[in-house]
């Protein structure tokens, strides 16, 4: 499978703990995003990196909210002292900048609950 | 105001009906226009492409108004496994998605 994927794809976690999600993107794509969708609502943007770079980081990304693509390969995404509002399902995105459109292709996504 | 907005939905429709989905977005540099289809629990995917020129995909076709800032798509004929949750997705340096509208297609 050459898509993107989302490690775990389920994540239940109490509140006040520590998380973190993994996306390995499609191999030949430089730019990786992150975005979390909560139920009724389309994706919202939370950051994106291009390789290692992380270029914009959304205001809906506290500071317990942490992304790293230490390689410009995979990245993680940590949750620190979780809340309940972080339940959502987090996903991820890459895309190629040198193709001329940009499309992003999302992995399954990580459903995170927190109790 | 949320820079994306889709038409709230949800959208009921008979096998065969024509539907169309309306969207406007409020940042006049966004560069790239797409919908995207979404499946109850599944990731978004990329349904096409939108062009300044209007474009045609099969029964689905997209249109682009950059003066009014307005994206539509018309889908004919539609099918069952059109039931799907549409978002109509904005591009600048990142993406930005509306709420979606929600079509059931039924028989």
């Known amino acids: ?115 | 105001r949320k820079e994306v907005e889709q038409d709230p939905g949800p959208f009921n429709v008979p096998e065969g009906a024509t539907v169309a989905f309306n969207c406007t977005y409020s940042n006049s540099a966004s560069q790239s226009f797409f919908w995207y289809r979404q499946d109850c629990r599944k990731e978004p995917k990329l349904l096409m492409s939108v062009y300044s020129s209007g474009n045609e995909d099969g029964r689905f076709t997209a249109q682009l108004n950059r003066a009014s800032q307005y994206i539509s798509l018309l889908i004919r004929d539609s099918k069952l496994s059109d039931s799907a949750t549409y978002l109509c997705v904005v591009n600048r340096n990142d993406m930005r998605f509306g709420a979606g509208t929600r079509l059931t297609v039924k028989p």
């Not at chain 1, 290692?52 to 500071?63: G, V």
């Not at chain 1, 809340?83 to 890459?94: F, I, K, R, T, V």
């Open chain 1, 1 to 115: 499978d050459t898509g993107v994927s989302q490690n775990p794809r389920h994540k239940i976690t109490k509140r006040g703990q520590n998380v973190t999600f993994r996306c390995d993107p499609i191999s030949e794509h430089n730019r990786l995003y992150w975005y979390r969708q909560t139920l009724g609502q389309g994706p919202e943007f939370l950051t994106y990196f291009q390789n290692e770079a992380q270029l914009e980081k959304s205001r809906l990304l506290s500071d317990r909210f942490s992304a790293e693509r230490p390689k410009g390969s995979f990245s993680t995404l940590e949750i620190q002292r979780t809340e309940q509002g972080d339940s959502a399902m987090y996903l991820c995105a890459s895309s190629n900048t040198g193709l001329a459109r940009n499309e992003q292709f999302f992995g399954p996504g990580t459903r995170l609950t927190v109790l």
